[in-house]
C-alpha cells in the first residue's frame, strides 16, 4: 500500500482532514483581520490619487504574507509557538503573551469552525474529491461570514473566487451538480437579489442589501444550482429571523431604555446568514428539498 492509497482510508483522511481544518483555520483568522484592512489600504490610495492630494503616511504595507503574524494590541511578533492553531489559544489562556490583552472570540472561532467544516465533509463525503472541494466551499463561506459581521463587507476576491470554483468544478466535473444547473443558479442567484435591491429601493429610496450579496448568492448558485437556491433563501431568511431578529430588538429596547428620544438602528448583514444557507444545502440540499416539497422525489 503506497502513501496515497493509506489516506484514502476512512481514518487516515478523517486524520489528514482535521490537520488541515487547522492549518486552514489558522490561515482564515489571518484572512479575516488582514483583508479587510489591506483593502481600505488599496481604496484609501485610490481615493488618495482620484483627488490628487497627497497620501498620508499611514501603515500601508500590511499584506497577506507580511509582515509576519503580530498582536493587533501590541504590535508584537507572534512566536511560533503562539501560531498553533487552538494550542496557541489555549498555552496563553486567551490572552497576547506579550501585553496580556484578551485575544479576541474571533480567532479561536473561525480555527474550530475550519476544523469542524473539514471533519463534516470528510464524514459526509469520505475520502473524495467531493470533501476536499467541500471544504474549500466552507472555508471560503468562514472567511465571508466573520468579515462581513465585523465590517459588513463581502470582499470580491473572496465571493468571486468562490463563484468562478464553483462554476469550474461543476462544469468540468459535474462534481456537486449539472453544468447547466450551476450556470443558471448563478445567473439566477444574482439577479433574484439584484431584483430585491432594486424594488427596494425603488419603494423605500433606501439600500436594503450591499452588492456582496448578490455576488455571494451568485456564488452559492454556481456550487449547488439554480434547483436549490430557493432553499438556499429560505434557510438564510429563516436562521436571519431566528438570529438576528431576536438581537436586534434587545439591542432596540437597551437603547431605548438608555435615551427615550431615540432609537439607533442597526443594519444586518445578510451574508452569514447565505453562508449558512450555502453550507447547509451543499450538505443536506437534496434532503431539505424533499422535505419542503414531499413529492419532489416520488
Ligand atoms: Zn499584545
Not at 459588513?152 to 468562490?162: A, E, I, R
Not at 438570529?243 to 431605548?256: D, E, N, T, V, Y
Not at 444545502?281 to 413529492?295: A, C, D, F, K, T
Request: proline share 6%; with cysteine; net charge neutral.
Amino acid at each position: 500500500m503506497n502513501l496515497l492509497e493509506f489516506l484514502q482510508a476512512p481514518l487516515p483522511f478523517l486524520v489528514l482532514s482535521t490537520l488541515l481544518g487547522a492549518i486552514a483555520g489558522s490561515f482564515l483568522s489571518m484572512l479575516v483581520y488582514r483583508l479587510p484592512l489591506i483593502m481600505r489600504q488599496q481604496w484609501h490610495a485610490e481615493c488618495c490619487q482620484l483627488l490628487s492630494t497627497p497620501e498620508e503616511k499611514a501603515d500601508n504595507t500590511l499584506s497577506l504574507s507580511l509582515p509576519r503574524s503580530f498582536c493587533p494590541h501590541c504590535r508584537h511578533p507572534l512566536r511560533l509557538i503562539d501560531n498553533i492553531p487552538i494550542t496557541g489559544y489555549l498555552l496563553n489562556g486567551g490572552k497576547c503573551h506579550f501585553c496580556a490583552s484578551p485575544i479576541g472570540w474571533r480567532y479561536i472561532s473561525v480555527e474550530l469552525l475550519g476544523i469542524a467544516i473539514a471533519v463534516i465533509a470528510a464524514l459526509h463525503w469520505g475520502p473524495s474529491l467531493h470533501a476536499l472541494a467541500a471544504m474549500l466551499f466552507g472555508w471560503i463561506l468562514i472567511a465571508l461570514l466573520f468579515i462581513d459581521l465585523e465590517h459588513q463587507l463581502l470582499p470580491d476576491p473572496l465571493t468571486l473566487s468562490l463563484l468562478w470554483s464553483g462554476l469550474l468544478l461543476n462544469q468540468s466535473t459535474a462534481l456537486f451538480t449539472s453544468p447547466s444547473n450551476a450556470l443558471w443558479g448563478t445567473v439566477a442567484g444574482y439577479l433574484i437579489l439584484w431584483l430585491i435591491y432594486h424594488l427596494h429601493k425603488l419603494l423605500t429610496g433606501r439600500e436594503g442589501m450591499g452588492h456582496g450579496d448578490f455576488k455571494l448568492l451568485a456564488a452559492l448558485g454556481a456550487w449547488c444550482g439554480a434547483t436549490l437556491l430557493p432553499q438556499i433563501i429560505l434557510l438564510a431568511s429563516l436562521s436571519a429571523l431566528a438570529i438576528a431578529l431576536p438581537l436586534l430588538l434587545i439591542q432596540r429596547i437597551r437603547s431605548k431604555s438608555r435615551d427615550n428620544t431615540s432609537v439607533t438602528t442597526t443594519a444586518i448583514p445578510f451574508g452569514p446568514y447565505l453562508a449558512l444557507g450555502g453550507w447547509l444545502s451543499l450538505l443536506y440540499g437534496e434532503v431539505i428539498n424533499s422535505l419542503l416539497i414531499p413529492g419532489l422525489t416520488g
